[in-house]
């Protein structure tokens, strides 16, 4: 019995080879592992590219939000500019208003629905004014009716219209019949609800203002 024991018994070289063998096992394994978990990574990675690509906002995007410069240099008394070019995909009107222009906005109108501009999602705090605007003869507005987003059209004349007999001056949106007067205050009992919305702006110069950017977005 021990004899038999003594010759299954594996010798040195024979422990010396099984261990070389489980080693080399020990190191394929390893390798492979190593391996599956770099091409997992490279996996992982090559996915990952599209959702940080999709993250970060395209030029176009970056373009749309862009403030926008406008020289309104040729901008006479009384005249509108625009639309401009569009700031965020928006109509921009730009009025030069004269000094009867001016008048009739500091009268009280009764037939405005927020002449105080007090829904103040509709300008900036520097647009609270009759003008509702930062230099009174120049307004700036987003042009689009603030009922279903028509573009409304400019009538600057003081004198009876088809659509109000006593028109003052101002915008009216053929659309379905809304009007707001010259500084974009919207009258009351027409389909749109508030005020034409004033965009953040500044002017870097008498005849250059900046649409999308003020002290505040700067
Ligand atoms: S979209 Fe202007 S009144 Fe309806």
Redesign the pocket.
């Known amino acids: 019995m021990s004899q038999g024991y003594q010759d299954d018994a594996p010798t040195a070289e024979q422990l010396a080879a099984s261990i070389e063998t489980e080693s080399i096992n020990k190191q394929r394994r390893y390798f492979l592992i190593g391996a599956t978990a770099a091409i997992g990574a490279v996996g992982i990675g090559g996915a990952a590219v599209p959702f940080v690509a999709s993250w970060a906002p395209s030029a176009k995007a970056r373009a749309l939000g862009a403030p926008v410069t406008i020289d309104i240099s040729k901008l006479q008394p009384g005249e509108m500019l625009g639309p401009t070019p569009a700031w965020r995909g928006q109509p921009i009107f730009v009025v030069s208003r004269t000094p009867a222009m001016l008048e009739v906005l500091e009268e009280p109108n009764p037939d405005l629905a927020d002449p105080d501009s007090e829904n103040l999602e509709q300008q900036p705090d520097y647009a609270r004014n009759p003008f509702r605007s930062r230099r009174a003869e120049i307004g700036v507005y987003v042009g689009l009716?603030t009922?279903?987003?028509?573009s409304?059209k400019y009538y600057s004349e003081v004198r009876p219209e088809p659509f109000d007999a006593n028109w003052k001056g101002g915008f009216f949106?053929p659309?379905?019949?809304?009007r707001f007067d010259l500084s974009g205050r919207v009258v009351k009992a027409?389909?749109?609800p508030d005020n034409l919305p004033v965009p953040p702006y500044r002017f870097i110069s008498d005849s250059v203002v900046v649409i999308g950017q003020d002290e505040e977005t700067a």
Request: aromatic share 0%.
């Open positions: 009716c009922h279903l987003g028509c409304p949106c659309c379905h019949g809304s027409v389909p749109a």
